[in-house]
């Protein structure tokens, strides 16, 4: 369901639309029926002629009731055909009952998504359509679909979830007092945002929640490794970002999460209970082991970078599969994927994780490399997974 401030912000351009300007009985009827909608109520003629006009019920009224909302159902198809191309969800009132159903714009929503969102983000939408068009055309079997790691996601009988880490973003007003987005290390979610917000109140006239998206360049290099071997039209998948993620959209679905520490949102929570964190000030990553606890630096070293990235893989009750690919510089998830797509290493893997539990582990390799090429990697740790999947996981 659609938050209230989502709808009311388009309910509210409807009524100052020019197509509603000289209806006040029409944007009142709307506002009416979305009300009674949201709290899942169909209302009857009486009722409404009473609600909105203050009138008994009788005959004439209820026919009068039915010709306000053959109008109301015209008014809004003419809206949506002039001023409201661009709206995010689109209100229709279905026949044969009083409500309003609010449905997305799926058309509009990725429009706008790709116009506020960085070029990285651009760039992975280009390689989804050339993965689509010219890569994977038809279903093909993988050399992968009977590798370990990879090959369980063949076999399930759930549909794959990837879930991309997105930055989240600011608006700050500058020295000429107009507003511009920035990231700050600090925020990476609204709760984030709400908590800076409550220690320093003063910060609210300066700083403004924005939906503005952005994907560094780890997002789309490793989905396209990812998919040259997951891509062959025989795993059902679907996408999000990680800022839109819920735990109802999880359900029923095998998950993939690809980003950095600072982007998991909801799932940071799953992460830290299984022993991995991250200082978004210090730049240093903590990784529990089964008798320790490391920390590990990843500031530059010389002229390349240093970098502790994650991989953590998992099974439910129900024989979901979870997999995390967690780094904080791009270099982390790309290397660690361009390992993960070796056959010899995954065989390796497979050995070492044999006598775990559920062959549930979690893993820690050491990148250095410079932009997005690596020059080498080290796996540091690998551990079985211990704690009880059912505390942790929906």
Known sequence: MF????????????????????????????????????AGESPKEAEIAYEIFG??????????????????????????????????????????????????????LIRKRMTQASPYVLL???????????????????AYSNQFIWGELYQSEYPLLMVLGDHYFVQERNALGTMSP??????????????????????????????????????????????????????????????????ERVKGHNVLFIGSYKTQYIL???????????????????????????????SPENFLYREYATF????????RVVT????????????????LSNPENLKKLEKQTANFPNENFKALFEVRGQAETDFELQLKHIDPIQTDINIIWP
């Open 3 to 38: 938050k209230d401030q989502f709808v009311n912000k388009h309910l509210k351009k409807i009524s100052q639309s020019q197509c509603f300007s000289k209806s006040v009985v029409l944007r009142e009827l709307l506002n009416y029926l979305v009300v009674k909608s949201r």
């Open 55 to 108: 009138e008994k019920y009788d005959n004439e009224k209820e026919k009068n009731i039915r010709i306000y909302i053959y109008n109301l159902r015209k008014k809004l198809n003419e809206y949506y055909q002039r001023e409201g191309l661009d709206d995010e969800i689109i209100f229709t009132l279905p026949k044969g009952a009083y409500r309003v159903e609010a449905k997305i714009n799926r058309k509009v």
């Open 124 to 142: 992975f939408s280009v390689l989804l359509v050339l993965l689509a068009v010219f890569v994977f055309p038809g279903k093909r079997k993988s």
């Open 182 to 247: 920035v990231r700050y290390n600090a925020i990476n979610s609204e709760f984030d945002y709400d908590t800076l917000i409550n220690k320093r109140p003063e910060l609210e006239e300066r700083l403004l929640k924005t939906d503005q998206k952005y994907i560094n360049k780890q997002g789309p290099f490793t989905l396209y490794r990812l998919m040259s071997f997951l891509g062959g039209g025989e795993i059902e998948s679907d996408m999000c970002y990680s800022s839109e993620l819920t735990w």
């Open 268 to 298: 940071k929570d799953i992460s830290e209970k299984l022993g991995i964190h991250f200082d978004v000030y210090d730049v240093d990553v903590f990784y529990q082991s089964q008798d320790s606890t490391y920390q590990y630096d990843g």
């Open 312 to 319: 953590v893989r998992f099974k439910t009750n129900d024989q």
């Open 324 to 339: 995390f690919l967690l780094c904080n510089r791009d270099i982390g998830n790309i290397a660690v994927v361009k390992y």
